[in-house]
T-cell receptor, first 115, second 115 residues
Framework: GAGVSQTPSNKVTEKGKYVELRCDPI?????LYWYRQSLGQGPEFLIY????????DSGLPNDRFFAVRPEGSVSTLKIQRTERGDSAVYLC?????????????FGPGTRLLVL | AQTVTQSQPEMSVQEAETVTLSCTYD???????LFWYKQPPSRQMILVIR??????QNATENRFSVNFQKAAKSFSLKISDSQLGDTAMYFC????????????FGAGTRLTVKP
């Protein structure tokens, strides 16, 4: 079946604006993860959903970041009052059941540039 | 704190030769999983190989194998018969521990396979 998809591929916005990034996981995967990857770095964990609920949001950097997964499938990462330091690639991943040993399947990412 | 260290920012290898990428980590867990992910220029992260810490036998997937030294907390990746398509960023990663699914990634090693 189809892999994890993310839209948009690229997003350019101005400082202070609001953005939404979308993730479509693999069908049937109950676990969904968001990561942020800054230039030259490894991905950094943001939040993990098990079904509709955020099981672990300890990686969200501050209250400007919020994510939802209302129907247990598609997820949206929302960033309010964007800052230049938010510029990064935002990666989404999904896994079948959320067990720690499972493969996480990644999307191609959304490259966010805040001017 | 759970940490992952990749001490080789860049490496290169001639096509058909063998290369080893290093990774060390720190964890207080006794049973855990370790992963190597590959991120080609297209940006989509792909699982290369996985190792279960309680298994003494090193994992192997075709041309990819690991050298897992649990006491030394070392988890290196060996790529045999390197191919041009192996050119990518390689990340060592493991779940943060317990029931937490947030994956901790190293900073990555950029591997270039030369013709």
């Amino acid at each position: 079946g189809a892999g994890v998809s993310q839209t948009p591929s690229n997003k350019v916005t101005e400082k202070g604006k609001y953005v939404e990034l979308r993730c479509d996981p693999i069908s049937g995967h109950t676990a969904l993860y968001w990561y942020r990857q800054s230039l030259g770095q490894g991905p950094e964990f943001l939040i993990y959903f098990q079904g509709t609920g955020a099981a672990d949001d300890s990686g969200l950097p501050n209250d400007r970041f919020f994510a939802v997964r209302p129907e247990g499938s598609v997820s949206t990462l929302k960033i309010q009052r964007t800052e230049r330091g938010d510029s990064a690639v935002y990666l989404c991943a999904s896994s079948l059941g959320g067990r720690v040993e499972e493969t996480q399947y990644f999307g191609p990412g959304t490259r966010l540039l805040v001017l | 704190a759970q940490t992952v260290t990749q001490s080789q920012p860049e490496m290169s290898v001639q096509e058909a030769e063998t290369v080893t990428l290093s990774c060390t980590y720190d964890t207080s867990e006794n049973n855990y999983y370790l992963f190597w992910y590959k991120q080609p220029p297209s940006r989509q992260m792909i699982l290369v190989i996985r190792q279960e810490a309680y298994k003494q036998q090193n994992a192997t997937e075709n041309r990819f194998s690991v050298n897992f030294q649990k006491a030394a907390k070392s988890f290196s990746l060996k790529i045999s018969d390197s191919q041009l398509g192996d050119t990518a960023m390689y990340f060592c990663a493991f779940p943060s521990g317990g029931n937490n699914n947030d994956m901790r990634f190293g900073a990555g090693t950029r591997l270039t396979v030369k013709p």
